[in-house]
């Protein structure tokens, strides 16, 4: 990478510790894999002499039954919690107290494992440019025998930009936070939407909206094994939806008077109606043509739309509802809060 280390070595003067923090439910294979390759990265990292001189892995249990105890208990070096409040906004926050003192806290989710340049990118990036968070990049690699369909829509790509490049939001997936930063800016993971998804947005969000400012890191990069039974034609389908809903219900939580909250909502359900026609519009283009590109974006839009839609009148979507928790997957929100 081509970046100046001097001023970011000045802002960060002084010994910096740093914590890596897993966030984990009922995973347990995938946290066995994953967790030696962390610790890898964390002794890379000592090693580098970029000042970080004090590293911790920490594993952020979101089962109340403690089911990754046994697998954390092959690692001495590993500190492991219980958050029993359901939802991965609980147990970020968790990790946000958790991880006081340190200078950096870098999450890493439970079902994807390090590539082998991937926590030294981060900080060296974070000394450069000194923001309040640095985004690197999530690969996803689908399992052999996915539906083309599945592979059309294009439903797991993710993005990629230069590093230095400056976002209004990110993913917490593989992301650095300066704890200092976040502190001031006075910025936690809204729990009402822990069962929702987009708490991560949210909280990036309104870390740029007061203020900081987030830096995305190209050479950074964890790599995420998509299970077989969400590569499926459902399952993607169900993600737009989800995100288009999310999407919406981040929009309404920035606006600050009924006015704009009216404005939003009126926006939404025209734009999500719209969406979803030009959707299915482009989905029979699709079928006539015989382009399975167009017919799954379509298809993709249509959701999508939908999902707008239906969050301009309140309904939040439940995408990650616990199987012990009520079988209903939507709840409608007032004006109030995130309503």
């Not at 970080?52 to 954390?72: F, G, H, I, K």
């Not at 900080?123 to 369909?149: F, Y």
């Not at 822990?194 to 950074?220: A, M, P, Y």
């Not at 995100?243 to 919406?248: K, S, V, Y």
Request: one cysteine or more; glycine letters at 12%; a negative charge.
């Amino acid at each position: 990478m081509n970046l100046d280390h001097s001023d970011g070595r000045q802002a960060a003067s002084g010994e910096l510790s740093l914590v890596v923090g897993i966030l984990t439910f009922r995973r347990p294979e995938d946290l066995a894999a994953s967790l030696p390759k962390v610790l890898e990265q964390t002794t890379r990292l000592l090693d580098a002499r970029l000042g970080v001189t004090r590293t911790e892995v920490l594993v952020v249990d979101n089962d109340p039954a403690a089911s990754a105890a046994d697998v954390v208990g092959g690692f001495a070096t590993v500190r492991y919690v219980v958050e029993s409040t359901p939802g991965i906004a609980a147990a970020r926050n968790r990790a946000l107290d958790e991880a006081q003192p340190a200078e950096l806290l870098v999450f890493i989710d439970d079902d994807e494992e390090p590539g082998d340049d991937w926590l030294i990118p981060l900080v060296e990036t974070w000394l450069a440019t000194t923001p309040a968070a640095v985004m690197g990049r999530v690969q996803s690699h689908l399992p052999d025998g996915t539906d083309p369909w599945v592979v059309a829509g294009g439903f797991f790509t993710r993005r990629q930009l230069p590093t230095g490049t400056e976002i209004d939001e990110a993913a917490a997936g593989n992301l650095l936070l300066d704890l200092g930063q976040v502190q001031r800016l006075g910025v936690r993971f809204a729990t009402e939407l822990g069962l929702g998804g987009g708490e991560d947005t949210l909280f990036s969000k309104q870390v740029t909206h007061r203020g900081g400012r987030i830096v995305w890191c190209n050479e950074s990069v964890t790599h995420d094994f998509v299970d077989r039974d969400r590569a499926t034609r459902r399952w993607a389908m169900q993600r737009a939806w989800s995100h288009g809903n999310t999407r919406i219900t981040i929009e309404r939580a920035f606006a600050a008077t009924t006015a704009e909250r009216a404005r939003v909502r009126l926006a939404a359900a025209f734009g999500g109606l719209a969406r979803a026609v030009l959707g299915a519009m482009r989905a029979v283009f699709g079928i006539v043509t015989g382009s399975l590109h167009h017919r799954v974006r379509g298809a993709r839009a249509v959701s999508r739309g939908g999902g707008m839609f239906v969050g301009a009148f309140g309904v939040v979507f439940q995408e990650y509802v616990r199987p012990e928790a009520e079988p209903a997957r939507t709840t409608h929100q007032g004006d109030g809060g995130l309503g």
